[in-house]
């Protein structure tokens, strides 16, 4: 486990959205820990390995012993791995890998291009935003109608359904509402304050129910003020993940800024742990 000091002091030097404590513990149901300058969260026998140095600096060679402390303290059968980069021998042996950048968008030079401010304005004629600090059953309603419509890959269905575990655990956690003028939700998106120099877009849904036009932009749109409110220099956008999600993100002026590559390690029997972890001494 991590102190309170410790916890302050990750958030104070966090710089992606898997340095934030509360949001990897709440979803995951995982025990935080930092070993050396690394954030970790065990899960069971699965160990979550952020591989973003807090202190900075990522180098491929400090990443192979942290994973060697890792599997010496935690003697796990699997290791979830997020990184920067991963040295090749480390990738060849992934039995689930994905490759990604981080958009963020920076608050201060942000300028919000007419395609996004038509967008607010006509979502603004038809409902209201508002924020709240809760998930209720509308809000239920809606993860599951996204659900099905879309049929999103299992971990970010996961993700969405997790916010029940987060938001309202978490003081950090805000929910954006965007609702019709008959109340009924529109759209939603869970926002993580928790760091000091930035505010994480965690994840969003929009109705075809109680479709308004603009109703995502304008969530983004009171993420936004939000987060300078919160005083934060930058938003995490989290991933490209496709071509349709990136051209959302750039146009509200979201830029690719850090690599992203995961990597998964089954490493299942306790003669296959000793194995890795040897090799990893070797290495």
Known sequence: MITEEQERDTLARAYVPEHLVNLMTLVSGGEPFLVDDYFCCRVGDLVIVVGYPLGGGFRADKLERLLHRVVEIFRPCEIAIVAPELPGHIGQGCSERESDVYYTLNLDRLQIGDPARR??????????????????????????????????????????????????????????NVRGRDGLLAAFYVVDLTARDFSTYVIGCRSRRNYIPGASDLCFHEMIKASREAGKTYIHLGLGVNEGVRRFKEKWGGVPAIPYEMCRLAVRKPSLRNALAGWLAWR
């Open 119 to 176: 967008s607010v304005a006509k979502a603004m004629r038809l409902g209201f935003v508002e924020r709240s600090t809760g998930l209720d059953s509308a809000h239920r309603a809606l993860a599951e109608e996204f659900v099905e419509r879309v049929n999103p890959p299992d971990r970010v269905k996961t993700l969405l359904f997790r916010m029940w575990e987060y938001v309202g655990r978490c003081e950090g956690a805000l929910v954006v």
